[in-house]
């Protein structure tokens, strides 16, 4: 530590008044008003609570704007933070925020004889497999009975994953005693699309189910129990890791593995990554995770039949021009979020990929980060659920849609075109 940080941190460590402000602060990410300092520290002079206040601006720890005190976000109070964090002293706004959900998901797993099943979704990848054997594993350390099911399967990643880090995970989990099965948690997935139907109906008549997701709320969201949801965060794994920290649950270098596991997988190897999921994955690292190791384990070379599969969604794509956008269709029997991202990868800017089958389809869109801002995908996919009998469920740049009258598909890209027109505000061109 530099002799300035050592200097700053001595000067707050020796005043408690300081430190009272500074938690208040850092408990409330949308700033707080001097009012409620000066009431914090309700037996000081408004005066003497200024200069507190001051002497932290100073410091370079605090600032104000438009009479609301923010944390500085300089570096070097990012480390203060950090250290004072670490220490105990001072408690990260996340933590505390999240806290009131974590207890009342305990309380209901509680109330079913301290029993829980966590679930994952279709095709399960790594945040959701490294979401849920994280969470299991924090949950059996209070002496909850927990099984971790993967009822329609997991993808190769997570499937390398656990041959790497095992953890007994049921895939393709069948079984209509769900009665006898607790609490459950559903974890990375909002949509009911995303889980069995015996299942899906059998959580809806009960209710005794919560979500933990970074997706937009979808159905399963809205009926469930209890909720966490955090469309900020870039992967579930994230809102686990400060879970877990709010109650208390010591994250363990084995629970740490997993959790960078859904952090490095679901930002694209950190590509994506904010500085949100960086320092999350800075504390797993100081936990014993060797993030190098990890990626490894989590790469996966493409197939023979990937690569044909891919090849092919280029060959077949159907391009559109809406002003500056270039926007993709390709129609494909299988991998359709990898043609799409192939599709962004080289040069569209919405990639829009189709599997069409007798009695269903499925659709996955990707886009490009910068178009988010004009065009949200996840809403103008919410028109076609009447046209294709189905619902969809995903991220602004990432999104997924399950439907059931594939014959459709023709009208429905003809809305999903129109859309895009009206929200961009030029007419589409087919290229």
């Not at 933590?95 to 509680?110: A, M």
């Not at 490294?130 to 002496?143: D, E, R, W």
């Not at 109906?201 to 399963?220: P, R």
């Not at 269709?329 to 979020?337: L, M, Q, R, V």
Request: glycine share 6%; with cysteine.
């Amino acid at each position: 530590m530099t002799r300035k940080l050592s200097e700053i941190l001595r000067t707050i460590l020796e005043n408690k008044d300081t430190l009272r402000i500074l938690q208040l602060i850092y408990s409330n990410s949308e700033g707080v008003v001097f009012e409620d300092i000066a009431g914090a520290l309700d037996e000081f002079k408004k005066v003497e609570v200024r200069g507190h206040v001051k002497k932290l601006i100073e410091l370079g720890l605090i600032e104000e704007k438009g009479g609301i005190y923010f944390l500085s976000d300089k570096r070097d109070s990012r480390m203060i933070f950090h250290i004072l964090e670490k220490l105990g002293i001072v408690e990260n706004h996340e933590v505390s925020k999240i806290r009131p959900k974590g207890q009342e998901f305990l309380k209901k797993v509680h109330e079913y004889g301290k029993v829980c099943t966590i679930v994952v979704h279709h095709n399960a990848d790594p945040d959701a497999v490294g979401s849920a054997v994280a969470l299991a594993l924090a949950l059996k350390q209070i002496n909850i009975k927990v099984k971790v099911i993967a009822p329609l399967g997991m993808s190769a990643q997570s499937k390398k994953l656990l041959r790497s880090f095992p953890y007994p995970l049921q895939e393709n989990f069948k079984t209509t005693e769900w009665e006898s099965m607790g609490f459950f948690i559903i974890v990375d997935t909002g949509s009911s699309t995303q889980l069995p139907d015996e299942l899906v109906k059998f959580l809806k008549t009960n209710k005794n189910y919560g979500v933990i997701d970074h997706h937009s709320e979808a159905d399963l969201t809205q009926n469930a129990a209890v909720s966490i949801v955090d469309k900020n965060a870039r992967a579930t794994a994230v809102i686990v890791q400060i879970l877990l920290k709010a109650l208390n649950i010591k994250i363990t270098r084995e629970i740490s593995v997993f959790l960078a596991a859904g952090i490095i997988a679901d930002t694209g190897f950190l590509r994506s990554a904010t500085n949100r999921e960086l320092l999350a994955i800075c504390e797993l690292v100081e936990s014993g995770v060797d993030v190098g190791k990890l990626m490894k384990v989590l790469h996966i070379e493409k197939n023979y039949s990937e690569k044909v599969a891919m090849l092919k969604a280029l060959r077949r794509a159907e391009l559109y021009s809406c002003g500056k956008l270039i926007i993709a269709f390709t129609e494909i029997g299988s991998y359709e979020a990898a043609a799409a991202l192939t599709l962004v990868r080289v040069g569209a800017d919405i990639a829009i990929a189709v599997n069409i089958q007798k009695n269903e389809i499925r659709i996955s869109c990707r886009m490009r980060q910068n178009v988010t801002n004009d065009v949200n995908m996840l809403e103008l996919f919410k028109n076609l659920e009447n046209v294709l009998g189905g619902k969809g469920g995903g991220h602004p740049t990432a999104v997924s849609f399950n439907g059931k009258i594939p014959e459709n598909w023709e009208n429905a890209k003809k809305v999903l075109l129109k859309k895009i027109e009206e929200k961009i505000g030029e007419k589409i061109k087919k290229i």
